[in-house]
């Protein structure tokens, strides 16, 4: 039998191929994002030192995102950040299974390791190009 996960609120964006990037809409949600609803192998992004949402990179299984495709869920990450009206952010990404809750951390709160800085300027894929 499975379990009932609670499913946080999200803002979802769809990308080409089939990919998907999700971001949180409060703390609770971005721990409930990172925590449980992504898979290890998903990317993970936040911007740099700046409050904002957990946005998580979801596609097709065995796929890996293309350079289009981490930069569109890096610039969700920005827009969704308080840089939104910054010209570039740098955001973070890493693979899901690289964030974890330190203990007693309020929600939103995660450590994370093996980061890599993308700076990208804010933007909804639907936006992008238009």
Not at 51 to 79: C, D, M, N, R
Request: with cysteine; charged share 20%.
């Amino acid at each position: 039998m499975k379990e009932h996960i609670i499913e946080p609120e999200v803002w979802t964006y769809t990308l080409p191929g089939g990919w998907e990037a999700l971001a949180g809409k409060t703390d609770a949600d971005n721990d409930i994002l990172s925590l449980k609803t992504a898979a290890p192998n998903d990317l993970w992004f936040h911007a740099h030192g700046l409050p904002g949402s957990h946005v998580i990179l979801q596609g097709p299984v065995g796929e890996k995102a293309s350079t289009e495709l981490i930069k569109a869920a890096a610039g969700v990450a920005a827009w969704h950040s308080k840089a939104r009206n910054a010209g570039t952010v740098p955001v973070s990404c890493t693979e899901a299974r690289n964030v974890s809750k330190p203990r007693g951390a309020k929600p939103g709160t995660v450590h994370i390791k093996r980061e890599k800085t993308i700076k990208v300027r804010p933007a909804l894929p639907d936006q992008a190009g238009s």
